[in-house]
């Protein structure tokens, strides 16, 4: 094991992080779990910050336990959640610990800066992305609003994985997935957009320099050799952003796909050569994100698990203690497309019970009302299959592609584990479903490495190795495509969206 040469990939997330080595070998990838933590939130004086030294810490103990093995590793890259930021000052030093988009503050930013700064129609056009408080220019607004020290005074802003590579190599850069998370970001001129960081005053100045995924940053500064007990290892850029490194990673034969990145939240998108930003797309809040290779993740944000795990949380103890297998199989017994609801309702977005949340929207909208775990259970799994029913159509009508039967749907993520809500998936839709794999964001760090330094020559390439190196299982529709076209016309009445 100690012959070969590894890629370390370190890939945070919201709540856990971790470090990674994987390998090429014979056409597949081999890969292996070198440390797990936590990402813990921190609250004090009213804020809520993310311990910027404590995963820098991670990261090192990572490095050392490489070193401490003997592992020869040819690169290190870095893949964490979107928006958030490090304000740095003329000395070269963090001056706070970075706000996290959890935080309050935002909570009635947008507003307030869509209608007194830049309109909300404008800031579409020049950015594509859709709206959410907590973008990065909400964040920013807010604190040059509350007159934020670490702003004011701040030399540069650099992006949590830009950050952590600055703080293994010195070097600043704006990696382009990640700034794409900012509604910042103009993808027709695939750099910041001067206007909109003038408007919460700052200058291009205040940013590193735009770098694609696969370029090098810098190597190891002398600091961290000495820590570590490694050489001067490149640090790369890859998709800073996991969910554009997990898309990457997405194991398609060839461009006629479309991808869901399943867990507590959904994302369900295509690969588009360039932003689509019109009226339609405005209309219905997609995304444009930025990819790898010049590529747009076109997208659209839907609540997923979210409905389930936190319903889980709330039966009683018995039911808790079943399995999801289990739980989720009580569920199939029970009457398809009894109680349907919008997945996607504010109701649902963070009720104190999301049960009652459930049962009151089918009171409201005069559906009989779940009341056993197995029928709460049903009617969420019934009811995200026929959202991406919608969602697939509104996407398909973008992709231009009128003729779905040739398209196949990739479920990655933790969700690709889930085969009830894949079967309904592959139904509801009338197309082949692959799932899998779950790790796709460490996997996209790993081959984007393997890209940078030449033994792959491109996304087609990564994806056939990835696809050699996983299990995907396939879904083909098998139900009642009758039923399944009845039950999306009863979903657009109850969601008002005939």
Known sequence: MENKTY?????????????????????RLEQEEITRFPNNLIETGGHFYWDLYALYFEMIRGLKE?????????????DTWGVDFVCIGEDGAILRNPMAYRDPHTFAAMDDYLSRVVPQREVYDITGIQFMNFNSLFQLYAMQQAGNSALRHCSKILFVPDALSWMLTGEAVCEYTIASTSQMLDPRTGDLSEKLIASVGLTRDHFGRMVQPGTQIGVLTEEVQKMTGLGPVPVIAVAGHDTGAAVAAVPAKNENFAYLSSGTWSLMGIETKDAIIN???????????????????????????????????????????LSHPELQGSAMQVEAFRS??????????????????IQQYCRDTKQPVPETPAEICRCIFDSLALRY??????????????????????????????????????????VEVLAGPQECTAIGNIMLQAKATGLVKDIWEMRHIIANSVDMVPYHPTGDKSAWDKAYEKYLTVTNQK
């Open 7 to 27: 890629f370390f990939a370190v890939d945070l997330g919201a709540t856990s992080g971790r470090t990674i080595i994987g390998s090429i070998n014979g056409g």
């Open 66 to 78: 490489v070193a401490r093995r003997g592992l020869n590793i040819t690169s290190i890259g870095i």
């Open 279 to 321: 009226d339609r797309s405005y209309e219905l809040n997609f995304t444009n994100e930025g990819g790898i290779e010049g590529t747009t993740r076109f997208l659209k944000n839907i609540c997923g698990m979210w409905l389930y795990e936190r319903c889980r949380k709330e039966w009683p103890e018995e039911v808790r203690q």
């Open 340 to 357: 349907i609801i919008n997945p996607d309702d504010a109701a649902f977005a963070n009720p104190s019970s999301m049960i009652e949340a």
């Open 389 to 430: 029913k919608q969602v697939f159509q509104w996407l398909m009508e973008f992709k231009n592609s009128p003729l779905t039967s040739n398209i196949v749907l990739h479920v990655i993520g933790g969700g690709s584990l889930n085969k009830y809500l894949n079967q309904f998936t592959a139904d509801a839709l009338g």
